[in-house]
């Protein structure tokens, strides 16, 4: 079983930056597609962004386009969150998640079965 651990969350000033970091335990990472979602307190979970296996191809929510930037390193087993211009409204928990592939969107989180722990990510105004 593939195990997924998330890294880099913390406190930064509005329109700061940070990067997240997601390792995982297997070289079948490179098959996998890997998404993004994050948690506020009171609030559903919600996709942030993905890539797929293969081809690199990228998903984001409209909330974060143009601002977040998801890639992967397969010889790292490793899928990263680069955040920039950070917003308060960005605060959450944040979660790597794994999935294969698939005609289904990328922003169902019931599509992935691999999930990390979470890291939080707060942002001050």
């Known amino acids: 079983q593939v195990q997924l651990a998330e890294s880099g969350g913390g406190l930064v000033q509005a329109g700061g930056s940070l990067r997240l970091s997601c390792a995982a335990s297997?070289?079948?990472?490179?098959?996998?597609?890997m998404g993004w979602f994050r948690q506020a307190p009171g609030k559903e979970r919600e996709f942030v962004a993905a890539?797929?296996?293969?081809?690199?191809?990228?998903v984001y929510a409209d909330s974060v386009k143009g601002r977040f930037t998801v890639s992967r390193d397969s010889a790292k087993n490793t899928v990263y969150l680069q955040m920039n211009s950070l917003k308060p409204e960005d605060t959450a928990v944040y979660y790597c998640?794994?999935?294969?592939?698939?005609?289904?969107?990328?922003?169902?989180?019931?599509?992935?079965?691999?999930w990390g722990q979470g890291t939080q990510v707060t942002v001050s105004s």
């Open positions: 297997a070289r079948t990472f490179s098959s996998y597609v």
């Open positions: 998640a794994g999935r294969g592939p698939g005609p289904t969107s990328y922003a169902l989180a019931t599509e992935y079965n691999l």
């Open positions: 890539i797929s296996a293969v081809s690199g191809r990228t």
